[in-house]
């Protein structure tokens, strides 16, 4: 869709600029929180020292939030423009900064089912089969998943997967499960009224990066794709070759409610970094104590903690 029909009235853009949220403020736009931030060096060895702003590439590093010092090396940052890559970096974006000896996703999202699988396949893996549910994550993920359920175990406590989806995803998994939220929400708003059918064959017709907007724009206003059309769709999916699974760094699991297994999954390396997906876990592979140093901020929800881009 070009970009003026999407802007087609103030408040189009206006949702938008709401969309953005916070996230233009700590992705490169300067101001004076990130400036105390990337300037809090001295305990963290990865980070370099805030160079003098004699020139552009100084004050580029300078202005970097302390969660963009800590991307991978060369990890493309999302186009000022690109307000969708900007909303999944600050609320699926954790996983960038997971340690250890993961390899991260080259960019927040894949465009494409090919680029998906060729990166995938390079990555090395651990499959087990889990209560007769193959899992399949990245090594270091899956030792540290092993050792937090034999922690579990001796306490009398389980850690499964939940469903075959649990761990690894393909590109096509995340875009069935996006259609199982999508297709359900605009029928639902139609339903109620709130769509015409024609605006409703309209987006289920769009090419997915196209029809992703679309979608967080009608949440924008109120109209909600999770499963009871209650909150935003990426609080339980991610659009299509976005998501956690695909990095084979996450995990869902059936025991999320029981507050020592969330503490053993967290001492072994695996964190909640999906506010409000209840049984999503990520491995971030180091200790809670650190988290703070990878620019991640603790959010308490309900009783649970939750790692967020700070
Ligand atoms: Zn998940």
């Given at each position: 869709?070009?970009?003026?029909?999407?802007?087609?009235?103030?408040?189009?853009?206006?949702?938008?600029?709401?969309?953005?949220?916070?996230?233009?403020?700590?992705?490169?736009?300067?101001?004076?929180?990130?400036?105390?931030?990337?300037?809090?060096?001295?305990?963290?060895?990865?980070?370099?020292?805030?160079?003098?702003?004699?020139?552009?590439?100084?004050?580029?590093?300078?202005?970097?939030?302390?969660?963009?010092?800590?991307?991978?090396?060369?990890?493309?940052?999302?186009?000022?423009?690109?307000?969708?890559?900007?909303?999944?970096?600050?609320?699926?974006?954790?996983?960038?900064v997971?340690q250890?000896?993961?390899?991260?996703?080259?960019?927040?999202?894949?465009?494409?089912?090919?680029?998906?699988?060729?990166?995938?396949?390079?990555?090395?893996?651990?499959r087990?089969?889990?209560?007769?549910?193959?899992?399949?994550?990245?090594?270091?993920?899956?030792?540290?998943?092993?050792?937090?359920?034999?922690?579990?175990?001796?306490k009398?406590?389980?850690?499964?997967?939940?469903?075959?989806?649990?761990?690894?995803?393909?590109?096509?998994?995340?875009?069935?499960?996006?259609?199982?939220?999508?297709l359900?929400?605009?029928?639902?708003?139609?339903?109620?009224?709130?769509?015409?059918?024609?605006?409703?064959?309209?987006?289920?017709?769009?090419?997915?990066?196209?029809?992703?907007?679309?979608?967080?724009?009608?949440?924008?206003?109120?109209?909600?794709?999770?499963?009871?059309?209650?909150?935003?769709?990426l609080?339980?999916?991610?659009?299509?070759g976005?998501?956690?699974?695909?990095?084979?760094l996450a995990?869902?699991?059936?025991?999320?409610?029981?507050?020592?297994?969330?503490?053993?999954?967290?001492?072994?390396?695996w964190?909640?970094?999906?506010?409000?997906?209840?049984?999503?876990?990520?491995?971030?592979?180091?200790?809670?104590?650190?988290?703070?140093?990878?620019?991640?901020?603790?959010?308490?929800?309900?009783?649970?903690?939750?790692?967020?881009?700070?």
């Amino acid at each position: 869709m070009p970009p003026k029909k999407l802007f087609r009235n103030k408040s189009l853009l206006s949702v938008c600029l709401f969309l953005l949220g916070g996230g233009w403020l700590s992705l490169g736009f300067p101001g004076p929180a990130k400036e105390s931030a990337a300037t809090v060096s001295p305990s963290n060895p990865t980070i370099a020292p805030a160079p003098e702003a004699t020139d552009n590439t100084a004050i580029t590093t300078r202005d970097r939030s302390l969660f963009e010092q800590n991307l991978p090396s060369g990890f493309p940052l999302p186009e000022a423009s690109d307000w969708v890559a900007q909303r999944l970096l600050k609320e699926h974006g954790a996983v960038f900064v997971a340690q250890d000896s993961v390899v991260h996703m080259p960019s927040v999202i894949f465009a494409h089912a090919e680029d998906c699988a060729h990166w995938q396949a390079q990555v090395s893996t651990r499959r087990e089969k889990i209560g007769n549910i193959p899992v399949e994550l990245q090594t270091e993920a899956m030792k540290a998943l092993l050792a937090a359920r034999q922690e579990a175990a001796q306490k009398n406590l389980r850690i499964t997967p939940r469903g075959t989806w649990a761990a690894r995803r393909s590109y096509r998994d995340t875009e069935k499960i996006w259609s199982r939220r999508v297709l359900p929400g605009l029928a639902h708003w139609q339903q109620r009224g709130k769509l015409s059918a024609q605006e409703a064959a309209r987006i289920r017709g769009l090419e997915t990066s196209s029809q992703i907007k679309e979608i967080l724009l009608l949440e924008a206003q109120g109209l909600y794709f999770s499963k009871h059309f209650s909150k935003s769709v990426l609080s339980s999916a991610s659009p299509p070759g976005a998501s956690q699974h695909i990095a084979m760094l996450a995990l869902d699991i059936n025991e999320h409610s029981q507050p020592t297994v969330r503490a053993i999954l967290a001492r072994h390396g695996w964190f909640q970094t999906v506010i409000s997906d209840l049984p999503h876990f990520t491995y971030l592979g180091t200790t809670q104590e650190r988290l703070p140093a990878l620019g991640l901020k603790k959010t308490v929800k309900h009783d649970r903690v939750y790692w967020t881009p700070a």
